[in-house]
């Protein structure tokens, strides 16, 4: 499934940044790190999550209410994203440890 998808995944990543698609880039971010994740890419997948988030602060920071803020803030997508990061530094944290 990796192999179907990357091109056009890749394809997504570049238009969303060209044009200035925040959102659809931080979907096609996130998107991209679950495919990682899924074939263990966990380092790469890690990087791809941490992306996405940096993005929706982007988002969040030009948002000027502070309840539009915290709606935002809490999306699915956004509360995902820190958990994914969140795992993804303790796993990569104990496989340092153990092979250090």
């Known amino acids: 499934m990796y192999a179907a998808a ?8 570049k238009l969303s ?3 200035g698609l925040i959102p659809e880039l931080i979907t096609a971010q996130a ?7 899924q074939t263990g890419n966990f380092e790469e997948a890690f990087a ?3 992306r996405a988030l940096e993005s929706a602060r ?4 030009r948002i ?9 803030q809490n999306l699915p997508r956004n509360r995902f994203l820190v958990e994914q990061i969140t795992q993804l530094a303790r796993s990569l944290t104990v ?6």
């Open 95 to 100: 496989q340092k440890q153990a092979g250090a």
């Open 31 to 37: 998107l991209s790190g679950r495919l990682h994740l």
């Open 64 to 72: 000027t209410d502070r309840k539009d803020k915290e709606l935002y």
């Open 17 to 19: 940044a060209d044009f």
């Open 6 to 13: 990357k091109p056009y995944l890749d394809k997504s990543l």
């Open 48 to 50: 791809c999550f941490r």
């Open 58 to 61: 982007e988002v969040s920071n």
